[in-house]
């Protein structure tokens, strides 16, 4: 089998509880979002990208936390040393940086400067893209991995996962993005993980 049908077999599987998750996850991201900037007054794309700095090892609800704490303390002239986040420190540097430089989109892109966090914000902004980590290669190659045995996924693989996703969405309907968070909560689901 090839990567787009391992894609669907697994998104095949699917309850329907797991269809309604990934097809309304990133809507939802962004409409939390959307809050913070509407609470901040600072626009969608920098509260996004503060979002995805904040993103690894991060628990969802955490992060989110995260960066309302990051934004409110900007908007009302805090600094970065009064903010802490449970992620890395050099994401929260970014996610400092992206309120301080108030950017475009593409200079938000280039803070992020990481494939799976510039991804993780292109989605929840609504583009036709779709997160590639450990779980969406062992989705895409039919293969149960601890993540610490999943190969390194480079420029090229990620660009082959990329398109298997999109063409598997693309065949029931979807987008790329709702297609990897519907196989990612199914696959969660068929192996415990």
């Not at 609470?39 to 979002?51: D, F, K, R, S, Y």
């Not at 902004?125 to 610490?148: F, K, P, T, Y």
Request: with cysteine.
């Amino acid at each position: 089998m090839n990567m787009i049908e391992n894609i669907l077999t697994v998104y095949n599987q699917a309850n329907q509880n797991e269809i309604d998750h990934g097809l309304n996850w990133y809507a939802i991201a962004n409409n939390q979002a959307l809050d913070i900037a509407d609470e901040t007054g600072l626009p969608l794309h920098i509260v996004v990208g503060v979002i995805a700095a904040l993103s690894p090892t991060n628990e969802w609800e955490q992060n989110l936390k995260d960066a309302r704490l990051f934004c409110e303390t900007f908007v009302n002239g805090g600094y970065y040393e009064d903010v802490k986040a449970s992620t890395y420190k050099k994401m929260w540097e970014k996610a400092w940086t992206i309120l301080e430089s108030v950017g475009d989109y593409n200079q938000v892109l280039a803070i992020l400067n990481g494939p799976k966090i510039s991804d993780f914000y292109r989605c929840i902004l609504g583009e036709n893209v779709c997160v590639i980590d450990g779980h969406a290669w062992c989705i895409a190659n039919s293969e149960r991995r601890v993540l610490q045995e999943v190969p390194n996924i480079g420029k090229k693989a990620r660009i082959a996962l990329q398109e298997a996703y999109k063409a598997a969405a693309t065949k029931e309907g979807i987008t790329a993005y709702q297609m990897q968070a519907i196989t990612w909560v199914t696959w969660k689901r068929i192996y415990n993980v």
